[in-house]
């Protein structure tokens, strides 16, 4: 025998521990298979027994059903020994050794990058022996050639942000679509007034929209009008309802549209004409596709796990979730910051991955009242970017992103705060003024558009609001501008 070193191929590497780790950190923990699921597929694993459980979790946990070593045990052959121990025992182990579930991600990046390696080492030596014996239909360029495709093939599977196309192929694709989407009135949903489509454009499928407004400025209600008149299109529309329970979500859609006041419905002191009009609509609503799914206490991975089944079995146009603040931020152990970013990111790619639109509700935080209190303007009021829960770097997560402004309950807030003053004859003080200004806002709301990602945000038109029956409506006149402008 005459060996030479060069003879013998040193072991590939491996990530059989970061393997093992992710596969027992989504045991532990099914929201570990969401930090991963955008990227990582079975066929990234070495070992072809971590990739048939990590499909099979994955399944599982897309179908909205939990995924531990009892509920996988059925779909695991019984056979199949690893060393000394049965499948079954050693998904027991690897569920058992779980260090930590905050590092999913990183195991994720391990294993995909182990996966490139070996790629691009299969690569050189199929390179090597294509130069060492050339096919006589092969050239040099050729090689070259394919083997540059290959590589390109890799890094874009091997980094999820790698992707990526010719411009020159993307352009008639994307031309193509947008004249088809132009005549095809199914693509995009309509806003429930025009005054709204005009600052916003139409709600687009696969997009993230943020509704900023204060507690009690009226998201909710513009959210089920919003949801009730889409079904009314024939879109099928979806409200996740976590602050409220889904009968309360209900009856506020039913005095919207019934014009009866939602105190009225829920005591249920009804005058013959208004039983009439309830049942009306309750008759109308029987085949509306707008559903109302009440939450509890929940995560980014339930409510992508509803809307998941959803899509599948009523194939939904529309989903609105009430509201940012009630679901619960992914990522424990990290900062806030990234956790919130991090909600509104999974957000976006549940729009994107789903193909629907999403429009989540935001809680906007009280630091208007401290710029009130510093510079007594009532300019202050007006909502600005920062005051989102998660504050305004979640707008790199939004396609759209409006705030609805009701100065009404904030007036109403402050003017019995402020200290009474002197003033000389024939002039108002602050608090009459403020007063004034609360007057001249009753019944009205503003769309303030913050980003639009297709056009120019800064628009801000005027809508009226009714309160008895919480329902938003156009003004039937036009409105003095300083309404909303430089006054408020």
Request: hydrophobic fraction near 40%; include cysteine.
């Amino acid at each position: 025998m005459n060996a030479h070193p060069g003879s013998f191929r040193e072991a590939l590497p491996d990530a059989l521990e970061a393997e093992q780790a992710l596969l027992g950190a989504i045991l532990t923990s099914n929201d570990a298979y969401w930090r991963v699921a955008g990227f990582l597929k079975p066929q990234h694993f070495a070992e072809h027994i971590h990739a048939q459980l990590f499909e099979i979790m994955g399944t599982m946990i897309a179908e909205g059903r939990g995924a531990n070593p009892i509920t996988i045990k059925p779909y695991i052959p019984a056979s199949v020994m690893v060393g000394e121990m049965t499948l079954f025992a050693y998904v027991v182990q690897l569920a058992a050794s779980a260090v930590t579930v905050s590092g999913a991600y990183d195991y994720g990046r391990a294993i995909i990058e182990m996966w490139s390696r070996h790629q691009l080492i299969g690569a050189a030596r199929d390179l090597e022996t294509l130069a060492q014996n050339m096919p006589i239909d092969m050239t040099p360029e050729k090689i070259i050639g394919e083997t540059a495709n290959r590589l390109t093939q890799i890094a874009q599977e091997g980094n999820e942000r790698a992707a990526s196309a010719q411009y020159g192929v993307i352009l008639p694709n994307a031309v193509d679509k947008a004249a088809k989407s132009s005549g095809d009135v199914s693509s995009r949903i309509p806003w429930f007034l025009p005054e709204i489509t005009s600052a916003l454009g139409d709600i687009r499928r696969g997009n993230l929209i943020g509704l900023m407004s204060d507690s009690g400025g009226g998201k909710t209600s513009f959210s089920l009008q919003q949801c009730r008149f889409a079904a009314s299109r024939g879109f099928k529309s979806a409200f996740f309802s976590i602050e409220v329970t889904d009968e309360e979500a209900a009856l506020q859609a039913a005095a919207q549209q019934s014009h009866i006041s939602l105190g009225r419905i829920d005591a249920y002191t009804l005058n013959t004409k208004e039983a009439g009009d309830l049942e009306r609509e309750m008759m109308a609503s029987t085949d509306l596709p707008f559903y109302i799914v009440g939450f509890g206490e929940c995560t980014l991975t339930d409510v992508r796990i509803k809307a998941e089944a959803m899509v599948k079995s009523q194939g939904l146009d529309l989903i609105v979730i009430d509201h940012a603040k009630m679901i619960a931020l992914p990522n424990p152990k990290d900062m806030f910051a990234e956790r919130i970013n991090a909600l509104y990111r999974g957000l976006k790619a549940l729009a994107k991955t789903l193909n629907v639109a999403v429009v989540i509700l935001i809680q906007r935080n009280d630091d208007w009242k401290r710029r009130w209190q510093s510079s007594g303007s009532s300019t202050a009021f007006r909502p600005v970017m920062g005051d989102a829960y998660g504050g305004g770097s979640i707008k790199q997560s939004l396609d759209v992103w409006f705030s609805l402004y009701r100065p009404e309950p904030l007036f109403r807030e402050m003017i019995p705060t402020m200290p009474p003053e002197r003033v000389k004859d024939g002039e108002l003080t602050k608090k009459q003024i403020m007063i004034q200004k609360m007057e001249e806002a009753r019944g009205q709301a503003a769309i303030i558009n913050h980003k639009r990602r297709r056009g120019e945000p800064g628009r801000s038109p005027l809508i009226g609001f009714d309160a008895e029956f919480t329902l938003f409506k156009s003004l039937s006149e036009e409105m003095p501008e300083t309404l909303f402008g430089e006054g408020l």
